[in-house]
Each structure stands twice: as C-alpha cells, then as structure tokens.
C-alpha cells in the first residue's frame, strides 16, 4: 500500500508564492507518474501539473508561466513551486502518485490566496 503525504499549503496574499511538497512512501513502490490536482468546493477536481518518471511534464492552462513542477526520484517526492500566485488558485490541492496500478491519493492541503 502506498502513502502519499502533501504539505506546505497555507494562506498568502495575491503575488505571493509557495512551494507544497508531497512524499510517497511504501513497500516496494515504483512510482512512475506524479501529479497535482487541485478542488473548489461544488466543482470538479481539476488538474494542475504532472510529471513522468523521465521528467516530462504537462501544466493547466490557467496556471502554465506561474506553476513548475519537479520531483526527486531517489526521495518518490513531488513538488509544486507556485508563484504569482491568484485569489483564483484558492483550493484544496491534492497528490497523486502512480506506479503499476491505479493513483494513490494523499489527503490534502489548502491553498488560500487572499486579494
């Protein structure tokens, strides 16, 4: 079974910036895939960034320019630097990693960007 644990989320003003972090930890993974989504409450969770375990990465239109993602294979260890940061990234940003088999889903963290 895989673990997946997000943190670095928190409150911050228009233009600011902040970096989460995400772990996955268990026996024997193989982690291959690593994402970011993102949900406001009453929409539908939406992606923000993914990268592969060769470093290919894809961004959401509404955050390319602003968002990199990266990850460190050697920790199974994703990031997310986001910067210029818009009261409209306001979310609970979720991880998922993927290896043989479906995505596994960390809890959460809240991102909140005030105007």
């Known amino acids: 079974q895989v673990q997946v644990v997000e943190s670095g989320g928190g409150l911050v003003q228009a233009g600011g910036s902040l970096r989460l972090s995400c772990a996955a930890s268990g026996r024997s993974i193989s982690v291959f895939d690593m994402k970011w989504d993102r949900q406001v409450p009453g929409k539908q969770r939406e992606l923000v960034a993914s990268?592969?375990?060769?470093?290919?990465?894809n961004y959401a239109n509404s955050v390319k320019g602003r968002f990199t993602i990266s990850r460190d294979n050697a920790k199974n260890t994703v990031y997310l630097q986001m910067n210029s940061l818009k009261p409209e990234d306001t979310a609970v940003y979720y991880c998922?990693?993927?290896?043989?088999?479906?995505?596994?889903w960390g809890q959460g963290t809240q991102v909140t960007v005030s105007s």
């Open positions: 990268i592969t375990l060769g470093g290919a990465t």
């Open positions: 998922a990693v993927r290896g043989i088999g479906s995505w596994s």
